[in-house]
């Protein structure tokens, strides 16, 4: 039994800027860690993975919410979940904002996280529940476009501010929009639309938190030395509970997350698909970020300047992706979306060294910016367009999984690999100096160059005579981490290309498999 809506028209532009604007409050949260991430591990001389938990940290947060809370939103008032959220993102903020250690950090990001995840899921089903037909597609190409270039927008205000406040000040951007947005939401946004009266299924909701929390937190600790066994650990719940978690969604009345429409092609494809294409991009600028100021040695203004064109294609590109999806179908634009992404990384791959000219880095993050807005509508509006509306909060927490699972299982793919090849690479450098130079250095200080690539600039800090050696042996370990970065996203692209190519419907049967699954959900 749903209530009914107390809208009964199309809401206005005022509507859908105002949960752009939400969404924007999460999208800027997710990156504007990733300019200050090389002062954050200088100030708390962090290890990798520590870096790498500051940067996954929201994503952990809010992928591992998503579900649950969509639910709760389905039930209990999505307007309610939509200022509880925005609300909870404000104090989260301030204490990553001013925290004094980077366990405290990591801590504050991940409740950031949380927040986000009631909050974000909602915007999406909200347009889901208030808009229909091309206005629908055309609200969610906004929706998502806008969305993801705030996202890579984040560096850029990052690096702006840290050119003159330390890195603390790149957590406190969100606190204004945070407020205007908790006060449009409050004026706005309609009190109930299309929720449900059936129970949430709060043990799903638990089952699905530690499922997707301790799988990422197993990939983020692979690369630790002697972590064996909490990897072990973690990867144990995650498979415990994603047994348990299926199990109580066959059997439940109402499951948390209805096997039998996550079945359905154009929904489990392109959720798929979405969490690779946005995981690429989390990904790209986790990386790149390090890249431009570890390897080429932007100041944090100019490394979030560098990606301004992937900001500017994804806020011109996503109307494009809209039409397409109308002429063509979702599987042509998510496939033209793949192609670029694809080209980005091999960009990156074959073009991205030391000492290159702006041209090299602009042109990836062109490609990934343009493959991102094309391929990111689709992959949205095939999850809302497949599910009934009573279900748009499973649908709006898939859509966000795509962006914050797939950022935080990519970023952390990325980081662990990042991690590895530094390591092994310092490692196989020490190894292959005379012998009388070996022995000139002790095991503390190979631990030291071996932990990040901060550790590695503090390290030349203290030893000015041999600064310059110990950061050309940085960067090229840096390099040849970040190679095995770039091919596990090669890789994952073209798996996610080949999926969408033989899984996902073409037009006119995507067309007539939406018009089946209206009719059966109008019938239950």
Known sequence: MNRTPTIKTEPGMIALATLILVAAVANLNLSVANVALPSIGLVFNASQVQINLVAVGYSLGLAASVLWFGALGDHHGRKMMLILGTLLAIPSSIIAGFAPSIEILILA???GGLAAGMAFPTTLALITALWSGQKRTRAIAL???????????GPIISGYLLSFNDWGSVFLITLPLALVALLMS??????HVSETTAPVDNLGGLLSLLLLGTLTLAINFAPVPDSEILIISFLVIAALSGILFIRRQRRVENPLYDLKVARRSIFWVAACAGIIVFGALM??????????????SYSTLDAGLAILPAALFMILVAPQSARLIESRGSRFTLLTGYLFCLLGFLTMLFLWQDHIPYWKVGLAYAFVGIGVGLAGTPASHSLTGSVPVKRVGMASGTADLQRDFGGAIMTSIFGALLTAGYARSIASQ?????TYAQQQITSTVETTLQKSFS???TLAQQHPQYSAQIISAAKYSFLAGDHWAYLAGIFAILIGAALVFFKFPKKEEEEKLLAQYCEIDTKN
Not at 143 to 151: D, E, Q, R, T
Not at 430 to 434: E, F
């Open 109 to 111: 990001r991940i409740i």
């Open 143 to 153: 929706w998502s476009g806008i969305g993801a270039a705030i996202a890579a927008l």
């Open 186 to 191: 409050i004026k706005f946004i309609p009190n």
């Open 283 to 296: 990904g790209a600028m986790y990386i790149g970020q390090q890249f431009l100021q570890n390897v080429l």
């Open 430 to 434: 020490i190894n292959s100096l005379p």
């Open 455 to 457: 550790s590695a600039a």
